[in-house]
């Protein structure tokens, strides 16, 4: 039998038509996960047609990215930043309701990021196809599922049909083997990939990351790794799953027991590409090289390590722009830049790894005279445990501020955002211009460094910080 | 839904010189909130065009007297990468825009793109690098012969997949299609649930 690749093996028991010359594939969806902002348009469309949602019981929805992060009044009731944000998760209520698909709501315990929630709760699991109308469902590759962004056409599509058009896209390997030095996390790692092969780098392909830096990952970290593949331009992103895999999901509550447990395993083992499957493309790092990194322009790929200096100008109209932009000087190192904002939360860094990762450097600590350091827990089973765990404490005893779940300053819709020229030390995923806030300029870096950087005032080294 | 057919068409471009263009550029955030694709065009590189009075930009491609009528974008290479927002391609075909030229355009917007009749062209760099130093101009956008003529006589094949072309060129929309393979989808139920 011919080796196949972790991809190939799920894109092969998931085609319900293959493609032709003429026709992409039609492929199965096992898991749709939706929220307020990219659903509304789509259920229209099924409204429109007179068309029922397929399948209700694999849907399965939150409201994350224009939710309040501030507690309820006293009635109970949470107070959105505008009538329109309002609205919209109205909206997805009532649609959800009409439809009979599950909804985290706003207010339950169960409530949060899309893509924090999906991992918590048991849903995304090895050999699934999972979508979401939020091109960082490539997190949900982590569990060694097909996990993919899709636009709101799309969604419509699977509301209504279950299945995707797709074309087989490319695959990448993206080995890295060796060990992550101290202070270096799972962002670091992939912010130094995203450098490597630029923001386009992926385009067109599924990225499986290798190696053994990836095996001693734990599961967290490697959502954090998959999170970011889309910033490469990647497809999605996945990782074999394996007895770290397995000992994430056990006990969670979507997850099946006893037998079928067992069975479950036995074949989620059998995922992991084969010996010699080939791969469109292959980049290999060491992890040994990887150094805490920090974003100095306008997207992800424009990382260096902290230490580092801005590159000199070189011609490139955008390099130019982003420089501009940013208010930094060519050939400068940004360490000891002020920072206004510091950030920890959005779908890359706010679980509970990354929640104690900053508070370790924090305890006992103040956050800097001038700082604004805002804490945004991933989902309100993260929130709680952080609670159990007195995070939130050395938090607020540092005089950051404790919020509820949602997206928040990621992408500023709610309300949360920073001001215009502010610097910001954020642990989301996208330093696009405006991305936090009209103006807001944008620095993205590992909770440790983000914990760094709030207790000096500007950018800092966090191995200096320990 | 349908939609007019697309085929050939001459049009006025713009260029966009940035690389990298992310869909929040096209179209931030905060114009995300509501619940309809009409409307978007307001929008449209809302941070680019207008100063933080809502006033024009002078500076910006779209705000000169050359980009008015404008129907085609020339933008840098890896066009609408970031978010999966299909607010980009609804706000681009909101303010005129029919097809979007570069030597590089994500995945995502792509897909968006193609679904709402917005053509996404990649051409080669030498044909994008006429256009980005021509700056403006009259281009012929043959969908039928994917080609893309410059006013010059200029020829510059591009790739469209074979069933999106099919679907544009009729103004068919994909999710018939998808809604005729019932059979297939309900077969596929039944064997993963056997
Ligand atoms: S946290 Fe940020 S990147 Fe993640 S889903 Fe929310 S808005 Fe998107």
């Given amino acids: 039998m011919q080796a196949k690749t972790l991809f190939e093996k799920i894109w092969d028991q998931h085609v319900v038509q293959p493609e032709t010359t003429d026709t992409p594939a039609v492929l199965y969806v096992d898991l749709h996960l939706i929220h307020e902002v990219t659903s509304p348009q789509a259920f229209a469309l099924l409204r429109e047609s007179g068309l029922p949602v397929r399948r209700p019981d694999l849907t399965v929805a939150t409201m994350d990215h224009s939710t309040p992060t501030t507690p309820p009044g006293p009635d109970g009731l949470f107070v959105f930043s505008d009538g329109q944000a309002e609205e919209q998760v109205r909206q997805l209520v009532a649609n959800c309701a009409e439809s009979g698909i599950e909804l985290h709501e706003l207010g339950t315990g169960s409530q949060g990021i899309v893509h924090v929630i999906g991992p918590e709760l048991g849903f995304s699991q090895p050999g699934k196809t999972i979508v979401c109308g939020d091109s960082h469902t490539s997190t949900h590759g982590a569990f060694g599922a097909l996990a993919f962004g899709i636009g709101t056409s799309e969604v419509g599509h699977v509301l209504a049909t279950q299945c995707l058009l797709q074309r087989q896209p490319k695959t990448m390997e993206i080995q890295i083997d060796g060990q992550l030095g101290p202070g270096v996390t799972a962002k670091d790692l992939i912010l130094a990939v995203i450098a490597e092969i630029g923001v386009g780098g992926a385009t067109g392909h599924v990225i499986e990351y290798t190696g053994s830096a990836i095996r001693t990952l734990g599961m967290e970290e490697r959502m954090t790794v998959c999170n970011m593949s889309i910033e490469a331009g990647g497809r999605a992103g996945m990782v074999a799953p394996d007895d770290v895999t397995f000992e994430y999901l056990y006990g969670r509550p979507e997850v099946p027991e006893g037998l079928e447990w067992e069975q479950a395993v036995e074949s989620w083992r059998s995922l992991a590409s084969d010996e010699g499957a080939r791969f469109d493309s292959v980049v290999s790092l060491d992890a040994a090289d990887i150094e805490p990194m920090i974003t100095y322009g306008t997207n992800p790929g424009m990382a260096m390590p902290i230490r580092g200096k801005v590159p000199a100008l070189n011609g490139n109209h955008s390099h130019e722009q982003a420089l501009g932009y940013m208010g930094l000087e060519p050939g400068k190192q940004i360490l000891g830049t002020p920072v206004d904002v510091v950030f920890v939360g959005s779908c890359t860094n706010s679980r509970i790894s990354d929640l104690r990762q900053a508070a370790a450097l924090l305890e006992g600590r103040r956050v800097a005279d001038g700082v604004r350091m805002l804490v945004v827990p991933g989902s309100q089973v993260v929130k709680r445990q952080a609670e159990s765990e007195g995070l939130d404490q050395i938090f607020r005893d540092a005089g950051a501020e404790w919020r509820e779940a949602g997206c928040s300053m990621c992408i500023a819709m709610n309300g949360d955002q920073v001001g215009k020229g502010q610097y910001s030390v954020s642990t989301s995923n996208r330093n696009f211009e405006g991305r936090q806030g009209p103006g807001a300029r944008t620095f993205l870096a590992s909770p440790a460094t983000a914990a760094a950087c709030a207790i000096s005032g500007c950018v800092a080294d966090p191995r200096e910080a320990s | ?194």
Avoid at chain 2, 29 to 37: D, E, F, M, P, V
Avoid at chain 2, 67 to 94: I, K, M, T, Y
Avoid at chain 2, 140 to 150: F, G, K, N, P, R
């Fill in chain 2, 1 to 194: 839904m349908s939609r007019p057919p697309l085929a050939r068409f001459e049009a006025r471009f713009v260029v966009l010189e940035s690389e990298n263009v992310d869909t929040d550029q096209i179209i931030p955030a905060r114009y995300l909130k509501g619940t309809s694709r009409n409307g978007l065009g307001a929008g449209l590189f809302a941070d680019w065009r207008y100063d933080e009075n809502g006033e024009p930009r002078s500076d910006f491609v779209l705000n000169q007297p050359h980009a008015e009528s404008a129907e085609v974008l020339v933008a840098g290479h890896n066009f609408g990468c970031g978010s999966s927002r299909e607010h980009a391609p609804w706000a681009l075909l909101d303010h005129g825009i029919r097809a979007v030229v570069s030597t590089g355009i994500a995945d995502i917007f792509r897909a968006n793109s193609l679904k709402n009749g917005l053509l996404p062209v990649v051409v080669d760099h030498a044909t994008h690098g006429r256009m980005l130093e021509a700056g403006s101009g009259s281009v012929t956008v043959d969908l039928e012969q994917q080609v893309l003529i410059l006013e010059d006589g200029t020829r510059a094949s591009f790739p469209i997949d074979p069933f999106s072309r099919h679907c544009l060129m009729n103004g068919i929309d994909e999710l018939g299609f998808l809604l005729d393979q019932a059979e297939a989808i309900a077969e596929h139920e039944r064997n993963v649930s056997r």
